[in-house]
């Protein structure tokens, strides 16, 4: 079965820090991978996907993930964040069978220390 | 381009009754999932309906329900409301067709439900 594993609960960075939020997934073939972005009583944003090809995905925000299949990771980064970035990220997994049914992991809440 | 819509934003029921909440997609996407989140379960998925089938359903009780019109609108339905199903219900549309995983699914402000 299809898994998600966001083993950081809560991470506390300084503003202009760099950022890594870990994600490790579980599936029986290629992922479709997503990190997704929710600010407090807000829906979700798409950050970035990776679906196949380069194992570097940029995405918007200045948001990159790199998917690792030995690792079975596929961890966001930012190398400077901001302020703005504080929120709720989730990491996903994708069905081949539907476009829209996406398994989400547990969340990593993510708080800017000024 | 008019993103997801859901209607409405805040609910407030008393156990038992029933809520039907409202999802209209963006313009052209015949894709719309249900999603639940609460602090101690996450996002769960609940079901999906392309062109007014449902073609995936989540782990939930039959309680749950939902469908889809031929405009690609959706409805969620839940009966028999229990202090469990407070949450934050949020749908997404795509444009994905069976397969066509490729397509990124956009999400809805949700609707923020409260059982008492």
């Known amino acids: 079965a299809q898994s998600v594993t966001q083993p950081d609960i809560h991470i506390t960075v300084s503003e202009g820090a760099s950022l890594e939020l870990r994600c490790n997934y579980s599936?029986?073939?290629?992922?479709?991978l997503f990190w997704y972005v929710q600010s407090p009583g807000q829906g979700l944003q798409l950050l970035l996907k990776?679906?196949?090809?380069?194992?570097l995905v940029q995405g918007i925000k200045g948001f990159e993930a790199e998917f690792k299949r030995s690792q079975s990771s596929f961890n966001l980064r930012k190398p400077s964040v901001h302020w703005s970035d504080a929120a709720e990220y989730f990491c996903?997994?994708?069905?081949?069978?539907?476009?829209?049914?996406?398994?989400f992991g547990s969340g990593t809440r993510l708080s800017i220390r000024p | 381009k008019a993103g997801v819509t859901q209607t409405p934003r805040y609910l407030i029921k008393t156990r038992g009754q029933q809520v039907t909440l409202s999802c209209s997609p963006i313009?052209?996407?015949?894709?719309v999932s249900w999603y639940q989140q609460t602090p101690g379960q996450g996002l769960q998925f609940l079901f999906e309906?392309?062109?007014?089938?449902?073609?995936n359903k989540g782990n939930f009780p039959g309680r749950f329900s939902g469908r889809q019109f031929s405009n690609s609108r959706s409805e969620m339905n839940v009966s028999t409301l229990e202090l469990g199903d407070s949450a934050l219900y949020l749908c997404?549309?795509?444009?994905?067709?069976?397969?066509?995983?490729?397509?990124?699914?956009?999400f809805g402000q949700g609707t923020r439900l409260t059982v008492v």
């Open positions: 997404a549309s795509s444009a994905g067709a069976q397969g066509q995983v490729d397509t990124e699914a956009f």
């Open positions: 309906y392309f062109s007014e089938t449902q073609r």
């Open positions: 990776y679906f196949s090809g380069d194992t």
């Open positions: 996903a997994v994708g069905s081949y069978s539907s476009a829209s049914k996406i398994i």
């Open positions: 599936y029986g073939a290629t992922p479709y």
């Open positions: 313009s052209g996407h015949r894709s």
